[in-house]
């Protein structure tokens, strides 16, 4: 369906094989030197290794790094990740060279590695342009949110600036808000009645930007593996930091449901998609007479389909929510790259072996997919849910220096 109606020309975006059994991702998003990078080495256990990940005061973290799991530890360089049709970061080509000289991958024989992949990120540095960068960060950021089970987003309690690069962030995350973890790191070195005011003054900052009823979690604690310092509240951070692990261990555990689950969502977009040309191409060939000129007739169909009611239309299918359709002006740009005659209609797109391509989608996001996630649920297919893979029953704990 996508290769037939061209989705990834609408929304860039098509499921590879190498994202459907790639494990979950873990982005870690937010200003300068809050200690995104100290907290993954800190979560690996890297620090004082020769792999650690390289942290400073100072900006330190330039590119995207891709922390996954390998047989042995090597570096692996942007350009060769985007040529790997077998994983999942193909699509990144798309950015350009300037772009993939900014991405780095980091193999390790990790356990924690085995079950997830962690994202760091450039640090937000307010006042900087996107063009300084070289490439169009905003939009890699968009690549990494749409494909991330958990993000982290991280602030030092001693800098809390929300500027238009953070504000233009949280626009981003839009539609992520339940993936979307707050972080309050290096909470140990604020006295225990600072560390209060700050974290009022962290929600008062955030509140315009996140317009969702239920605000999302905060995790305050020191995640670095020095101990805490004097006089503060101990307790409160290892019980954040032991809530933080089960937090990630449960992303783990349900990678498959969020998996099918994202699947169906794309299914429905790309459904949604084929019928909206689906019906410009039939309003086309209702309009066409012997004597219309082709050009006039569809440019007065893309300028005003709510004329020929080519969304409303739409609504009246079954799984179809105003709140999925694709903007408007989208499909101007869109036929005017990919002409209407080299669509055909969905009931043409049928064959005798293979089918119907809209029966067969429709029949996936209504029957058969949320069949795979309810059999994964109730255990009916234990081979889906295997605790020798996915460590179910095992209790997170902090595995590192403090007890």
């Keep these: 369906m996508e290769q037939a109606y061209k989705y990834n020309e609408l929304r860039q975006h098509e499921i590879s094989d190498g994202e459907i059994t790639s494990k979950p991702m873990v982005l870690f998003l937010g200003p300068w030197s809050v200690g995104k990078s100290s907290m993954i080495n800190y979560l690996l256990g890297l620090l004082d290794t020769p792999y650690q990940l390289y942290t400073g005061a100072e900006p330190t973290t330039s590119e995207f790094t891709v922390i996954m799991h390998g047989e042995k530890i090597r570096t692996v360089e942007g350009i060769v990740m985007a040529a790997d049709s077998s994983r999942s970061f193909s699509p990144l080509e798309k950015f350009g060279q300037n772009f993939l000289e900014k991405l780095v991958g980091i193999e390790m024989p990790h356990s924690l590695l085995e079950r997830v992949t962690f994202v760091d990120t450039p640090g937000i540095i307010e006042n900087r342009k996107q063009q300084e960068r070289g490439y169009p960060f905003n939009d890699v950021c968009q690549w990494f949110i749409d494909r991330a089970d958990l993000i982290f987003v991280v602030f030092d309690p001693t800098k809390l600036d929300v500027g238009l690069e953070l504000e233009m962030l949280f626009r981003q995350l839009k539609g992520r808000e339940s993936q979307i973890r707050i972080i309050l790191n290096k909470a140990d070195s604020l006295a225990t009645q600072d560390l209060m005011r700050v974290y009022g003054a962290l929600f008062w900052s955030l509140a315009p930007l996140i317009n969702v009823t239920e605000p999302p979690r905060v995790y305050v604690s020191s995640f670095w593996p020095y101990d805490y310092a ?127 391509l809209l029966e067969k989608i429709e029949r996936a996001i209504t029957h058969e997919l949320p069949s795979l996630l309810g059999s994964i649920n109730s255990g009916k297919n234990p081979a889906l849910s295997s605790c020798e893979a996915t460590g179910c029953g095992e209790k997170p704990k902090n595995r590192y220096r403090r007890n």
């Design 230 to 356: 004097p006089d503060t509240s101990r307790e409160l951070f290892k019980r954040e930091e032991i809530s933080l692990l089960e937090d990630l261990n449960q992303v783990i555990e349900n990678r498959l449901e969020n998996k099918i689950a994202f699947i169906r969502q794309h299914g429905i977009r790309v459904r949604i998609h084929a019928l909206l040309v689906d019906r410009y191409v039939q309003t086309f060939k209702e309009k066409m007479s012997f004597f219309s000129d082709p050009e006039l007739v569809f440019k007065e169909i893309v300028d005003d389909p709510d004329k020929f009611y080519i969304f409303k239309s739409i609504l009246a299918k079954t799984n179809v929510s105003k709140f999925d359709l694709p903007n408007r002006d989208a499909y101007r740009d869109f036929f005017g790259i990919n002409p209407i005659s080299s669509f055909k209609q969905l009931s043409a797109q049928c064959s005798y072996i293979g089918g119907c």
